[in-house]
């Protein structure tokens, strides 16, 4: 029986701590770089920034890195306008201002059109801006953790098994839902539970 190729491991482990060149964007926000001659997909960083990040993963053939140190700044970051922006894995682009991101995300979709579809030259248009930003939702979905505690996942950059897994988040928080679309939402998702909770399916920490 023929034997598959041997991949190479890479040599870096999950914590160093790499200075990266940052050169183009990803999917799903990951910003894209090199170390030596290994792929790294880079959280929380933007085109021609240099940054400090640290493995968060590692791959036969890529790394993936979060950021913890901004070398040199991109002209386009802006601070999050949400507290929870970085620990919370519902949003991506938040540190990026908002023209940029328009720009990214088109140039995105190109790269994927012509990387995978083999397009040459695909015809795609200027992405369309939101009126609004923020605050434009009319609803929200919500996960409940274990203890009843109601949030988004964490994002998959955080590895401690001791941390929870669910990052709780007020209703007022800048994720894109109005305080009265929050609002209903927890008055459904009290609902919804009524049911849970009359059959003992919802139980709390342990009491010594």
């Known amino acids: ?50 940054v400090v990040a640290e493995v968060t993963d590692v791959h036969a053939h890529h790394l993936e890195a979060r950021t913890v140190e901004v070398l040199e700044a991109s002209p386009d970051r802006v601070a999050a306008p949400c507290p929870y922006y970085g620990e919370c894995g519902g949003c991506q682009y938040q540190h990026i201002g908002y023209e940029r991101q328009l720009a990214l995300k088109q140039r995105v979709v190109s790269e994927q059109l012509r990387r995978i579809g083999h397009f040459a030259d695909p015809p795609v248009l200027p992405t369309l801006a939101a009126p609004a930003p923020f605050n434009y939702r009319n609803h929200a979905r919500f996960t409940v953790g274990k203890f009843g505690d109601m949030g988004q996942y964490r994002t998959c950059d955080f590895k401690v098994d001791t941390q929870a897994p669910v990052v709780s988040i007020a209703t007022t928080a800048a994720i894109g839902v109005s305080p009265f679309a929050g609002g209903l939402a927890l008055v459904v998702l009290a609902l919804a539970l009524l049911p849970l909770a009359a059959r003992g399916t919802m139980r709390g920490p342990a009491r010594g």
């Open 1 to 50: 029986m023929a034997r598959g190729r041997r991949q190479r491991k890479p040599a870096e482990g999950v914590g160093q701590r790499l200075t990266l060149q940052v050169t183009d964007m990803g999917h799903q926000g990951m910003a894209f770089a090199r170390h030596e001659d290994m792929v790294v997909w880079v959280s929380l960083a933007i085109p021609g920034e240099t």
